[in-house]
């Protein structure tokens, strides 16, 4: 873990928030590699799953609600976890967290036993909406996205005209004052979630659960997270919400051990009627063909951005030994990132950068791809040096510009380029006008 969070600060990817002030716990910042990652991540989620599809749609819902929402589902009384303090050093830390030593509970921090009975601590920040500072214009940052889809389930289900079954797609970021934020962006106070809502009849909704828990498990091999590498957690009777009758944790084995990536939980109509029943409002699916009104059923695929994000970096990690300038042994450091999650796709270098044909030539290509996609142009230090760099941000190739281009070899390889693939180092020549398309095809 430590070589992850070293390469994600040097090379761009995650920084400590508010570093400079000493940071905050809980809080990260995304970088220019960082963030072109989580967009790749959240524009392929939403392409697969809402735009290639013509049965989910998308919303965007606002991070503050009216606080009744968190009333009706349930998160004001009982999003907590129990809580003790130390009465010796004032510390504060998670009951079932705590070290036990000859049958007793002691605090990690001080040692001692002097600890108060645990007490329920709600994880939802609060905040005020309005000047004033009172209970009733007391808001909480959301700490699900799910919750603004159920409240909007009637006014998206007129508009979109949509049929059972028929999801809700959102991606948006969450706010959990966690006890113990750690494992870097694992488990953080702010972080995004990718949540799909799939209404549904009760009939259906067992179905609909594996349904759902093989669709997650081909995007994470889409993206470059095979299967073999996820364990699923079938939660058994008990363990699973009281509302839930099936909960999958789709879990990945991270350098900290095997930790949840995403759950895909079948919710019953728990949510919908309980917002009916707190709102008053009519939350009914009235199926016309069979003239039939009920609340639907819904089964919920929820994953955390940041918790792919750090399972691509930790699954695309690697050290290679390969022989570099005159055949010396030397560590590579490599992201095999799959080319569509990739920050930046190709590397644009000219071979010299005081031949001023060779330049011209290399921003020429830079230009015509950049619509396209990110590309990167670097013409600085020797051309080994610049494939190691780019190796270290998990881009796929590198295109190098050289004499052979311009034509000073003769006309039989004018206008084409060398082509670098990152996991094999293997290079090949190939037409410039064929390298939009190549690149294309690999990182669609
Ligand atoms: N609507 C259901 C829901 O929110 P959850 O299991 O609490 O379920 C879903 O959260 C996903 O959100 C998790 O699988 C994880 O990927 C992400 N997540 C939850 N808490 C997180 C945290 N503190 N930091 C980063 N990601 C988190």
């Not at 907590?80 to 070290?99: E, F, G, W």
């Not at 036993?113 to 004033?132: I, Q």
Request: with cysteine; charged share 30%; net charge negative.
């Amino acid at each position: 873990m430590e070589k992850i969070v070293s390469l994600c600060k040097r090379r761009g990817f995650v920084f400590q928030s508010s570093e400079i002030y000493g940071g905050l716990n809980g809080f990260w910042d995304y970088g220019p590699m960082g963030v072109e990652l989580k967009r790749n991540l959240k524009d392929f989620w939403w392409r697969r799953h809402v735009q290639e599809r013509d049965d989910i749609v998308g919303m965007d819902g606002s991070i503050i609600m009216n606080r009744s929402v968190w009333q009706a589902s349930g998160h004001e009384e009982t999003f907590s976890d129990p809580m003790v303090d130390c009465k010796t050093c004032k510390s504060r830390h998670r009951a079932d967290q705590l070290p036990r030593k000859d049958d007793s509970l002691y605090c990690p921090q001080c040692g001692g036993h002097d600890l108060t009975e645990p007490r329920a601590f709600n994880l939802m920040f609060k905040s005020y909406a309005g000047p004033v500072e009172s209970e009733d214009n007391m808001v909480y940052l959301r700490p699900e996205t799910a919750q603004a889809i159920f409240v909007q389930f009637k006014n998206i289900l007129e508009t979109s005209r949509q049929k059972l079954p028929f999801g809700i797609a959102q991606i948006g970021k969450a706010f959990r004052n966690e006890i113990n934020p750690r494992n870097f962006i694992f488990r953080s106070r702010e972080f995004e979630q990718m949540e799909i809502e799939y209404f549904c009849r009760a009939e259906d909704g067992l179905a609909l659960t594996d349904y759902w828990l093989e669709e997650r498990l081909k995007f994470y091999e889409d993206i470059g997270i095979p299967r073999s590498k996820i364990t699923i957690n079938d939660i058994p009777d008990g363990e699973r919400a009281f509302y839930s009758e099936k909960t999958y944790d789709l879990e990945y084995e991270f350098p900290f051990g095997l930790s949840e990536l995403e759950g895909v939980a079948y919710r019953t109509n728990y949510d919908l009627s309980a917002h009916l029943k707190h709102s008053g409002k009519p939350l009914e699916y009235f199926d016309a063909e069979k003239k039939e009104k009920f609340v639907p059923h819904v089964v919920e695929p929820s994953a955390g951005v940041d918790r792919t994000a750090l399972a691509l970096i930790c699954e695309a990690y690697d050290e290679e030994e390969v022989s570099g300038d005159k055949g010396k042994t030397e560590v590579r450091t490599v992201l095999h990132f799959h080319p569509r999650m990739a920050p930046i796709k190709c590397g644009i270098f000219p071979l010299l950068k005081n031949k001023p044909a060779l330049v011209a030539k290399a921003r020429a290509i830079a230009d015509s791809l950049r619509p396209h996609m990110n590309i990167f142009y670097d013409e600085t230090s020797a051309i080994g040096r610049r494939y190691r760099r780019q190796d270290e941000i998990g881009t796929p190739f590198c295109v190098t510009i050289d004499f052979d281009t311009i034509g000073e070899n003769g006309p039989e390889l004018t206008d084409t380029v060398t082509l670098r693939h990152r996991d094999s180092m293997e290079q090949e020549r190939i037409p410039i006008v064929e390298l939009r398309h190549r690149l294309e095809s690999a990182i669609h």
